[in-house]
């Protein structure tokens, strides 16, 4: 994928409120993305930030995905804060949207270090988050680094694929999938994942250039009749059934 060149696309057709006709999507640009972080918040997160960059305890990553393209098995925490996608403008679409919606339960596949998970956390306290994560070494160091901020977080260590199997009736109201980079999985957790949502449970996608492969799912997904909304964030993807709504796919700029 020349991601240079996607990008030039996506900043060609990306819109902003006005030919929005959507009144749920317009709301979306005009409230949701002016959304900011209160001062407590941006203070926390600064310091969480200082915290991690500066932190260089090296941990083993057990990687079930498709990987890193830049980094090996042996990483230390500053190298993996370095390239997380959850900070700076994609983490404050995360806490806009958990501010704004107030989801209830919130599903995260991926919790690495806990970044994007801090931001729904943030947006709303009241949301009951549970956080999938596959390494071991990334989930201990996580739960200790998070335990003093978040009180409202089940961490489960689980694949994707066995957390999928394994629980039974749960519904979620956002769903938070980021970690395996892998277009066929993707398609895959999807499948099973409608069963714990409802008509008007967010997904977000990170990642949607990861590969062509993932960009691919990305189209089929989008394409998809169970999603009548689709937004494309140019790094995130956003699905939402909303059967009262019309068809329709978006490329906004997200701010």
Not at 16 to 41: C, E, Q, T, W
Not at 66 to 83: D, P, T, V, W, Y
Not at 190 to 219: C, G, P, V, Y
Request: charged share 25%.
């Amino acid at each position: 994928m020349n991601i240079v060149f996607e990008y030039i696309k996506y900043k060609w057709n990306a819109k902003g409120r006005h030919g929005i006709h959507s009144p749920f999507v317009y709301d979306l640009v005009d409230k949701v993305f002016k959304i900011n972080f209160s001062a407590s918040n941006l203070t926390l997160l600064n310091q969480t930030f200082r915290c991690l960059e500066k932190e260089k305890k090296t941990i083993t990553i057990k990687d079930f995905g498709a990987g890193s393209h830049k980094l090996g098995n042996k990483r230390s925490i500053q190298q993996i804060f370095k390239i997380s996608s959850s900070k700076g403008h994609y983490g404050k679409i995360l806490y806009q949207l958990s501010n704004y919606f107030q989801p209830k339960q919130i599903l995260e596949f991926g919790t690495s270090l806990g970044i994007g998970t801090l931001h729904f956390h943030l947006g709303n306290p009241a949301s009951l988050i549970t956080t999938i994560e596959a390494c071991p070494e990334t989930l201990n160091f996580t739960k200790d680094f998070l335990k003093d901020k978040v009180s409202t977080i089940n961490f489960i260590e689980s694949t994707f694929s066995d957390f999928l199997n394994q629980i039974s009736t749960e519904k979620y109201d956002l769903i938070f999938v980021d970690g395996h980079h892998d277009g066929k999985a993707t398609i895959d957790y999807m499948q099973k994942l409608e069963n714990h949502s409802h008509n008007d449970t967010i997904f977000i996608l990170d990642d949607i250039r990861w590969s062509n492969d993932m960009f691919e799912a990305w189209n089929i997904l989008r394409n998809s009749e169970k999603y009548n909304v689709s937004i494309d964030l140019f790094r995130m993807g956003i699905l939402i059934p909303r059967k009262q709504q019309v068809k329709e796919h978006f490329i906004l700029r997200g701010k």
